[in-house]
């Protein structure tokens, strides 16, 4: 990877040096996207069959697989991939039983009581990519927290042909609605709804630039009602380092995510010049072995090696990046933990790689890229959910507080909001008199 030497760089150059993959944002991407989209709108199904055709290589005649079909995927799944699912739904569970919302009901003042309380979203889609490496892990990530938050229609989408492992691991979570359909064409299909694919809520996933800017687009679309959980796009990492890490270990964690795709984009930041060069020739050994090389090479031409003057300035710039994933290889990695301000998840020590993240230490996966982790949390358990205010006044408590807001409303210009109040006071008031 190319090494820069941080603080010699002027502010262009140090806004260069963190910019993304030149993959992402290209000029005609929301142009081709729109168009995707639009024509699921209004052509459906016929569109998404013939949109299989001709990016997925992939001739449909039904979209939604039957309860024949997954069993007989289940059928095909090792016992070995069986058990690994098995292990990381546990660990993934345990830890989003854990964040389940308890309902907060005070009293502000007396006769005034505030609630918050929170319902799960009734329809949420679950979006899957499959392609070159299909995201077993993603199904769990995803359908696991809706199951546990309550969505009582969690619909799956993932390009065909769909893994098997991803069929099983989607059956094992309770998922019985499974489509065959990838894409941005799966996002407004998700959206607006389709002769088979019911339209949703919510939709939720990673996936490439395509799928990214279908979500922002449809999230946008006044011709629908739907959110989406985040900007989830290509993957991204990076990785914090002093003098005293192991360069193996460093080579290796870059390259689990420039293998990702080619619009992935991995970072060091280094105190250490030496330690710049042996990540680097260790990046080259490792490369020349890995099945995805070519992926990872073009991801690898848009990444970069900071050198830093020391550990301060390190989170500082990785505060600046607001990477997806932050690795934290140093001596005493929790003690930089406490100057991190943007960052969608964080792995301390040497023997944290990122993927065990990825798949089944129990936290959650999709997070926030692009430096949208300055302003935009990891998933969680409550984005399954909407939370809502409840208020309820007694006559005594409209009386403690009927002049303060008539008070405000007057002064805001808002008779009718003042008098909403002034008619019940003069009720009561004309009742107490009475």
């Known amino acids: 990877m190319q090494i ?129 490496a299909p995201l077993i892990s993603t199904v769990m990530m995803l359908a696991l927290p809706a199951r546990i938050a309550g969505c009582e229609q969690r619909v799956l989408v993932s390009p065909p042909p769909i893994d098997d492992a991803i069929i099983y691991a989607a059956k094992e979570c309770g998922i019985t609605e499974i489509y065959q359909v990838g894409g941005a064409q799966a996002i407004a299909a998700l959206a607006f709804g389709t002769e088979s694919v019911p339209a949703v809520d919510k939709i939720f996933g990673p996936g490439n630039r395509f799928v990214t800017e279908a979500k922002r687009l449809v999230s946008q679309d006044s011709r629908c009602v739907v959110s989406i959980d985040m900007p989830a796009g290509p993957s991204e990492v990076l990785l914090i380092a002093d003098k005293e890490a192991n360069p193996e270990f460093i080579a290796a964690d870059l390259l689990s995510q ?90 301390l020590g040497e023997y944290t790689p990122e993927s065990v993240g990825d798949y089944a230490s129990g936290t959650n996966h999709v997070l926030p890229t692009y430096g949208y982790s300055r302003a935009v949390s990891s998933l969680s358990l409550a984005d399954f959910s909407r939370r809502f205010t409840v208020q309820e006044l007694s006559a005594e408590g409209l009386l403690g507080l009927g002049e303060t807001v008539m008070t405000l409303a007057a002064a805001e210009q808002l008779d009718a909001h003042k008098n909403a109040v002034k008619i019940r006071l003069d009720s009561l008031i004309a009742g107490n008199a009475s």
């Open 4 to 132: 820069l030497n941080w603080p010699n760089l002027s502010e262009a150059e140090r806004k260069s040096a963190l910019s993304r993959s030149p993959l992402v944002g290209d000029e005609s991407l929301e142009k081709t996207v729109a168009a995707i989209v639009n024509r699921v709108r209004t052509a459906k199904d016929a569109a998404l069959l013939s949109y299989s055709q001709q990016f997925d290589d992939v001739s449909l005649t039904e979209l939604r697989l039957s309860t024949d079909d997954i069993s007989a995927a289940c059928a095909r799944v090792s016992g070995d991939i069986k058990l690994a699912i098995a292990q990381a739904m546990a660990n993934i569970e345990s830890f989003h039983l854990a964040q389940k919302f308890e309902p907060i009901s005070i009293e502000t003042q007396v006769g005034i009581r505030c609630e918050l309380r929170s319902e799960a979203i009734e329809k949420v889609g679950l979006y899957i990519p499959g392609g070159t």
């Open 258 to 347: 420039a293998e990702h795709g080619p619009d992935s984009q991995v970072m060091l930041v280094t105190d250490s010049a030496t330690l710049a060069d042996k990540v680097n020739a260790a990046i080259k050994r490792q490369l020349d072995v890995l099945p995805r090389m070519k992926i990872a090479q073009l991801a690898l031409e848009s990444s970069r090696t900071l050198l830093v003057t020391d550990m301060q300035q390190a989170t500082q710039v990785s505060n600046l990046y607001g990477p997806e994933h932050l690795i934290i290889q140093t001596e005493a990695p929790r003690e930089l933990l406490t100057s991190i301000r943007a960052a969608g998840s964080v792995f």
